[in-house]
Each structure stands twice: as structure tokens, then as C-alpha cells.
Nanobody, 124 residues
């Protein structure tokens, strides 16, 4: 499975961005997907995850109510809608896919395939 993350950019605080994670393999539709981020000098951290059926979604506490994860299996794409962005959201954002038919996880070790990352910069 190859993942292509896109949609990052520079935005002012309070603005919005939508990240996309497009997969090349149809088996992607049976895999949970997670978004993680890594800021300079910090460890990679969990942001959001969604099950293959979209029935289960998890969010980092600090993004709840601002970020929404969704997927379109017809397009083998997962989205992360980010609203009310804050400077502390600045990071490289990565999407990742799990093994088939496994539940979404907050742990990066649970994901087997990773996209290349997309930079999100929020100015104050």
C-alpha cells in the first residue's frame, strides 16, 4: 500500500485546511487509517484515526471539536478537516494505514504503511 498525503500549507491562526491521504491499493478500504504529526524537536504524536467502516473515530484531546477525520472508500482516500487552527498545530502531518481489518489505534506501532508527510504551518 502506497499512501500520498497532501493538502498542507501556510495558514493564519483560526484558518482551515483539509489534508488528504490517497492510497493506491483497493485493500486500503479494509484498513484503519491514522493521522500523526511531528513538530521540530518533538516526538511523533497521534492526531486522529478512523476505522475502515468509519464507525469508529478517535481524536487527540486537543483537536476534538476542531478536526474531523473521514474517508471515501470509493476514492480510497481519507481526509482530515482541520478548522480553527492554532500555532501549536504546526507540524509535519503523516497518514498511516494498518493491517487489514484491524481496529484503529492511537499507537504509531500499529500502522504498517506511512505516507511521506505534508507540512502544516499556522502563523499567529
Amino acid at each position: 500500500v502506497q499512501l500520498q498525503a497532501s493538502g498542507g500549507g501556510l495558514v493564519q491562526a483560526g484558518g482551515s485546511l483539509r489534508l488528504s491521504c490517497a492510497a493506491t491499493a483497493p485493500t486500503y478500504n479494509s484498513r484503519a487509517t491514522g493521522w500523526f504529526r511531528q513538530a521540530p524537536g518533538k516526538e511523533r504524536e497521534f492526531v486522529a484515526a478512523i476505522s475502515w467502516s468509519s464507525s469508529v473515530r478517535y481524536y487527540k484531546d486537543s483537536v476534538k471539536g476542531r478536526f474531523t477525520i473521514s474517508r471515501d472508500n470509493a476514492k480510497t482516500t481519507v481526509y482530515l478537516q482541520m478548522n480553527s487552527l492554532k500555532p501549536e498545530d504546526t507540524a509535519v502531518y503523516y497518514c498511516a494505514a494498518s493491517r487489514p481489518e484491524t481496529p484503529p489505534s492511537l499507537r504509531y506501532e500499529a500502522y504498517d504503511f506511512w505516507g511521506q508527510g505534508t507540512q502544516v504551518t499556522v502563523s499567529s
